[in-house]
């Protein structure tokens, strides 16, 4: 079992940055895939970034690429998601699942656990 708690959103300006962080709890979150999903308001969860279990590994979505850097720390058992040059459009509730792999393109996404989210709001 493994429990997600995310933190880190809250309110920014149009271009400034924030770091999202996913904790958690369990001796083998090491073996799991991570992503970062998004829920704006009315619309569906969408795929944001994924890194393999190792860290060696990461994809984005084309509407993050370029702006969001997924990493994880093993040691502190946190996936973290550095994103830059914000815009309105990336306005929504921020989510980490973790699963044996990440599935951007699957209902589910492959994810086995979820956290509770993190609200990030840009204004413009």
């Known amino acids: 079992q493994v429990q997600l708690v995310e933190s880190g959103g809250g309110l920014v300006q149009t271009g400034g940055s924030l770091r999202l962080s996913c904790a958690a709890s369990?001796?083998?979150?090491?073996?799991?895939?991570v992503g970062w999903f998004r829920q704006a308001p009315g619309k569906e969860r969408e795929f944001g970034a994924a890194i393999s279990g190792s860290g060696g590994s990461t994809v984005y979505a084309d509407s993050v690429k370029g702006r969001f850097t997924i990493s994880r720390d093993n040691a502190k058992n946190t996936v973290y998601l550095q994103m830059n040059s914000l815009k309105p459009e990336d306005t929504a509730v921020y989510y980490c699942g973790a699963g044996r792999t990440v599935l951007p393109d699957t209902p589910g996404y492959g994810m086995d656990y979820w956290g509770r989210g993190t609200l990030v709001t840009v204004s413009s």
């Open positions: 369990g001796q083998t979150f090491g073996i799991y895939a």
